[in-house]
């Protein structure tokens, strides 16, 4: 596709997302096409996907069982109402998600979205406590550096501040736990990392401050993503599962970057060997081909509706596309493709060959930290002072440039491939931000 890069009006009624728009416009990055590792750009080149899209193309892209499953679905039945009515393949989904699911979660409320399924589970967690009369339970704790999505619920519970600033005064009520990023105890961290579990106590000094029946529930991602790849310290979840179990306060797990293989299991709960009450999810839901999200409960918090009193008989909640038929369809011929190919426990398998090859880039310029887990990695880079950010997101241009896409949050660069990726692509991935690295300023 030809793209005049002289005539940026061309591209101006997109109001992007998370963009710098005016800068985008001026130099546009298109891509045109995809196949399993590989984008192409609007300019015909290929380049190496080192982010599964936005952590979620988790089975590669433009899987033909996927594409096939989505055309006969649109073919067959379009879209049925979600309320009041169903169809079979939302009820098929959602028996395959928690055939995958840890031990405990036993229903599934679908959305369209990670921002939906946040705000979804934070819903639940009100509307459980007042089912079971205890309405007092008001309060929600999230914690600093998470990230929840973008809508009220999210951001409120979430810890990016900028993300927060221009949005008023959000939800009432709301406490943060400490962030885990101990970079001067915890420096080049293979997997989870020594310091930290007691910065889950914190939540005691919130359950002495507010008293425990006015707390309905904390959410955490078990990996934090978007605030630069944070792994859970050990023994941190475990605590945060103990206080949280003692006080009768639910524990959401935020799964929408974790989930669906990225760790090396199904979920993160799994591989850390921790459930909470609920969980959120999207992306690898559908391989991100068709926007679909799914909270997950246990069956107590499901059953205080079932069981509850009559005015409480539904959530009232939901959405016009909760279990829309063609997402249903891209999700279990995504589960599918997991399973066939056995594509989690490959994450697993070649994760140690990730880890190798991303912590040999210590040495390498600028990089001040290595983390990794699964088939998850992050690089951290000393800041340029006087111009944050602007190092990795120079190392984002340059890489693309080069043929491979990576992504950078704040002075962080942020990887998540696709799990099909081979051994020789991880070799182009890590031996291209090498390159890019001793190349900046
Ligand atoms: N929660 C987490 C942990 C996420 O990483 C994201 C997206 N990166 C979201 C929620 C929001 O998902 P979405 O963009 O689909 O709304």
Redesign the pocket.
């Known amino acids: 596709m030809a793209l005049d890069r002289k005539t940026p009006n061309d591209l101006a009624a997109f109001w992007m997302p998370f963009t710098a728009n005016r800068q985008f416009k001026a130099a546009p990055r298109l891509f045109v096409g995809a196949k399993d590792m590989h984008y192409t750009t609007h300019d015909g080149r290929q380049v190496l996907d080192g982010t599964a899209g936005?952590?979620c193309c988790n089975a590669g892209h433009c899987r033909p069982k996927i594409t096939e499953a989505i055309q006969k679905q649109a073919a067959e039945l379009d879209y049925a109402p979600a309320f009041q009515m169903g169809h079979p393949a939302a009820f098929e989904l959602a028996n395959r998600v928690i055939d995958i699911a840890p031990d405990g979660m036993e229903h599934v409320f679908f959305t369209n979205?990670?921002?939906?399924s946040?705000e979804t589970a934070l819903k639940i967690a009100l509307a459980y406590h007042r089912a079971r009369g205890e309405g007092s339970r008001t309060r929600l704790i999230g914690r600093e550096r998470g990230?929840?999505?973008?809508n009220f619920g999210?951001i409120s519970v979430g810890g990016i501040v900028t993300n927060r600033k221009n949005f008023g005064t959000l939800l009432a009520g709301v406490d943060h736990l400490p962030h885990t990023h101990l970079p001067d105890e915890n420096r080049w961290t293979r997997g989870q990392p020594e310091h930290g579990a007691n910065l889950a106590d914190d939540l005691e000094r919130l359950v002495a401050l507010h008293g425990a029946d006015t707390i309905a529930a904390v959410i955490v991602?078990p990996i934090a993503?978007?605030t630069g790849v944070i792994m859970p310290p050990k023994g941190y979840l475990e605590k945060l599962r103990a206080i949280t179990r003692k006080h009768g306060i639910l524990l959401i797990f935020?799964e929408?970057?974790t989930g669906f293989g990225r760790t090396g299991a199904a979920f993160a709960s799994q591989f850390y060997g921790v459930t909470p009450d609920m969980m959120?999810t999207?992306?690898g839901l559908t391989n991100g081909v068709i926007p679909m999200?799914a909270v997950l409960t246990t069956a107590e918090v499901h059953d205080a509706f079932m069981d509850g009193p009559e005015h409480m008989i539904e959530l009232f909640h939901g959405y016009t596309y909760s279990g829309n038929p063609i997402a249903s369809a891209a999700g279990i011929a995504t589960l599918d493709t997991y399973k066939e190919e056995g594509l989690f426990e490959r994450c697993a398998e070649i994760a140690p060959y990730w880890a190798d090859a991303l912590h040999s880039l210590k040495g390498t310029r600028h990089v001040i930290d290595i983390r990794n887990e699964g088939l998850i990695g992050a690089i951290e880079l000393e800041p340029i002072a006087e111009a944050p950010t602007k190092r990795a997101f120079s190392a984002f241009l340059a890489a693309y440039e080069k043929g491979v896409l990576i992504r950078t949050t704040g002075d962080i660069i942020a990887m998540s491939p696709p799990l099909i990726i081979e051994k020789d692509q991880i070799d182009q991935l890590i031996g291209t931000v090498r390159e890019v690295l001793e190349s900046l300023d």
């Not at 979205?113 to 939906?116: A, K, V």
């Not at 990230?147 to 973008?150: I, N, Q």
């Open positions: 936005l952590w979205s990670g921002s939906e946040v990230y929840h999505g973008v999210g991602e993503g978007s935020d929408v970057i959120t999207a992306k999200g």
